[in-house]
Structure formats: C-alpha cells, structure tokens
C-alpha cells in the first residue's frame, strides 16, 4: 500500500460513501504517490474508472502512483493518469473526456486560488464532490475557507477525525 497521507478515519469514512452511493468512475485532483486512490479503490467494484490528475514531482513519487494505477489495471480497473497542472485547460478537457464522474476528490494544490479553480473546473463533473483538508482547527488554508462557503449552499457530509 502507497503511503497514505489522509487521516485514516476521515478517508474511510469517505470510502464508506462512495461505496454506499455505488461509485464506479472516480477522479482524483492531486494523489501524491496514490495511497488514497489505492484505498479507495477497494471500496470501488472491479471494473470502475479511475482517473489521477498530478503534478509533475519527485521521480520516486511519479513511480509509485504509476506503479499504483498499473496494479489497478491489472486487477480489472480501467486507470488513467494525466501529469500535469490542474489549472491547465488540457488537463480539464482529458478529465471531462472520462467523465461524468460518480465521485470526484480535490486534494492538490490547498491555496484559495488553486481549489477553488479545481472545484470549478471539476466540481461540475461529479455527482459527489469530496474535498480534503477542511476542518477548521488546521491551519487556514483555501480548501477550509471554500468549504464554508460551499457547505452553505449544498447538501453535505463532514469526516472531521477528532
């Protein structure tokens, strides 16, 4: 297993509804060295999309996420990863070239300017919408600011560890 960098509660709990609301295409927006989408992944029936936008970083971290998504793929998930910004147009049009999407994870780049362009470029490709790194005790950041907004006008949940 990659390493996981979401607490392990608030992830599961995550993983406990995409598999309750029976998720089969998922789209992740920043998966480091793909600890989440291989957790998540077991919550997901053999055969659903999954998709990763990511930076290009390290070697070392590129490898594993695509060492991740290959075994994926081999176990019967149809995997794609797009390396780039996910600001950039082209990266948008290859998401949306998969999508819609049942479930759809922003966790790249946490600044104001950076989720709120990802919830608006992809929030719209997903029937659910999961953000991470929303709790208030962290350290201010843009993705805890544009949950207070967002959570006023939707429908939500919350997977806040104590």
């Given at each position: 297993m990659a390493h996981l960098l979401q607490d392990?509660?608030?992830?599961?709990?995550?993983?406990?509804l995409l598999k309750n609301e029976n998720v089969r295409s998922y789209l992740e927006i920043g998966s480091f060295s793909g600890g989440?989408?291989?957790?998540?992944?077991?919550?997901?029936?053999?055969?659903?999309?999954?998709?990763?936008?990511?930076?290009?970083?390290?070697?070392?971290?590129?490898?594993?996420?695509?060492?991740?998504?290959?075994g994926?793929?081999?176990?019967?998930?149809d995997t794609r990863l797009f390396v780039g910004d996910s600001t950039d147009p082209n990266m948008v049009r290859k998401a949306n070239k998969f999508g819609?999407?049942?479930?759809?994870?922003?966790?790249?780049?946490?600044?104001?300017?950076?989720?709120?362009?990802?919830?608006?470029?992809?929030?719209?490709?997903?029937?659910i919408v999961g953000f991470h790194d929303i709790a208030k005790?962290?350290?201010?950041?843009?993705?805890?600011?544009l949950w207070q907004q967002l959570k006023k006008e939707f429908r939500h949940v919350e997977f806040i560890s104590a």
């Open positions: 392990t509660d608030e992830i599961t709990g995550f993983c406990q989440s989408i291989e957790l998540i992944a077991q919550y997901l029936p053999v055969g659903s999309r999954i998709v990763s936008i990511d930076l290009p970083s390290k070697h070392t971290k590129q490898i594993r996420l695509s060492q991740v998504l290959v994926l793929k081999q176990r019967g998930y819609p999407y049942d479930a759809v994870f922003i966790d790249g780049n946490h600044t104001l300017p950076y989720v709120s362009s990802d919830w608006k470029n992809y929030g719209p490709m997903g029937r005790d962290k350290p201010p950041h843009g993705a805890s600011s």
